[in-house]
């Protein structure tokens, strides 16, 4: 079955930085778009970003646009966050899905932005 196994979230000050993983498995990762939403209490689910099946084209929120990048590797059947600049509205449990719906997404990660 499909698995979605986020990690590298944490506590990080203003400013800082993280890069978040997600092993994926179960299904044909090479062939898959594979997006990252998130939430935060009290909230829906939020898309952050979108990347193609084979990494060559990515789509991001507003909210993350010119401090996130989102990448893969195919060969590791791994999907990447990098953000940068964090902001405290960052603050969310960070999710890879499947589709930027997240329907389907992993277990999740928290992000925790304060200083």
């Known amino acids: 079955q499909v698995q979605l196994v986020e990690s590298g979230g944490g506590l990080v000050q203003p400013g800082g930085s993280l890069r978040l993983s997600c092993a994926a498995s179960g299904f044909t990762f090479r062939l898959s778009g594979m997006s990252w939403v998130r939430q935060t209490p009290g909230k829906g689910l939020e898309w952050v970003s979108s990347i193609s099946f084979a990494g060559g084209a990515t789509y991001y929120a507003d909210s993350v646009k010119g401090r996130a990048t989102i990448s893969r590797d195919n060969a590791k059947n791994t999907l990447y966050l990098q953000m940068n600049s964090l902001k405290s509205e960052d603050t969310a449990v960070y999710y890879c899905?499947?589709?930027?719906?997240?329907?389907?997404r992993g277990q999740g990660t928290q992000v925790t932005v304060s200083s």
């Open positions: 899905a499947r589709d930027r719906s997240g329907v389907t």
